[in-house]
């Protein structure tokens, strides 16, 4: 089983930064593509970046510029650094990732608890 820890949440101003972690543990052989996505009340859950295992990158038009994901292969770690934070980034953000448990299964996406992130004067 492959589990999705995330930290870093809580109550920020607008204009200030927050950093995410997602740590993934468990059964793992390889991890292809991690991102995170965000849920704001009566919204859908929306994509806010990927980054593949080669380290290409993709962000929503809604953080370019202001988030940046990054990951360490030898941890099986992602991290999204969010900066000039403002109120409509307040959501439930979510840690994905696609992993191959074992050397010949399919790799199967898994998803983390979630981490509440609210910015607030």
């Known amino acids: 089983q492959v589990q999705l820890d995330e930290s870093g949440g809580g109550l920020v101003q607008p204009g200030e930064s927050l950093r995410l972690s997602c740590a993934a543990s468990?059964?793992?052989?390889?991890?292809?593509?991690m991102g995170w996505y965000r849920q704001a009340p009566g919204k859908e859950r929306e994509l806010v970046a990927t980054?593949?295992?080669?380290?290409?990158?993709n962000y929503a038009d809604s953080v370019k510029g202001r988030f940046t994901i990054s990951r360490d292969n030898a941890k099986n770690t992602m991290y999204l650094q969010m900066n000039s934070l403002k109120p409509e980034d307040t959501a439930v953000y979510y840690c994905?990732?696609?992993?191959?448990?074992?050397?010949?299964?399919?790799?199967?996406?898994?998803w983390g608890q979630g981490t509440q992130v609210t910015v607030s004067s």
């Open positions: 468990g059964s793992i052989f390889s991890i292809n593509a």
């Open positions: 994905n990732a696609v992993v191959r448990p074992q050397a010949l299964s399919p790799y199967r996406s898994y």
């Open positions: 980054i593949h295992s080669g380290s290409s990158t």
